[in-house]
């Protein structure tokens, strides 16, 4: 049996291979990304990496094991950002086995606010941007991220909820 070790210890990312890679390829892996707002504008990230390098996106990733998904959101802002912010929402879930091409990913997707920082690009990510929301969607979007953001302004105005099919 598997002892309980910090996922980053079990399974390096620039290593993961045996069996928790083969309970990877078979099962949802859970993810946050955060929308971070101020005043009209929000974060996106240049990704760095494949797939969609180059990319904008939503900053965001994978959770880490003994972490709840609220910690992850603040985790993945601060290390993609450098901004520590303050969960204000749940924008929804989002899993369509299709929206990331290397797995079946699950992600949680909070909104947030920046509460100390400032925006400089971390991590994987390669430039960090406050872009104005009326441009939002006229941008090129890393994997399911137009349709989240789209989501989003509607729950600007109606504060609803959202999933993969609605």
Known sequence: MVEQLAFN???PRSNRGGPIRDFMQEHPIPMVDIVIEKNDKIVLVRRGYEPFKEFLAIP????ELEETIENAAKREAK??????????DILGVYSDPKRDPRKHSIATVFIGKPIKGKLKAGSDAKEALWIDINEIISQELAFDHKKILTDYMKWRKRKETFWSTK
Do not use: P
């Open 9 to 11: 210890q079990l399974v």
């Open 60 to 63: 965001g990733g994978y959770m």
């Open 79 to 88: 290390e993609e950002t450098s901004l520590d912010i303050e969960l204000i």
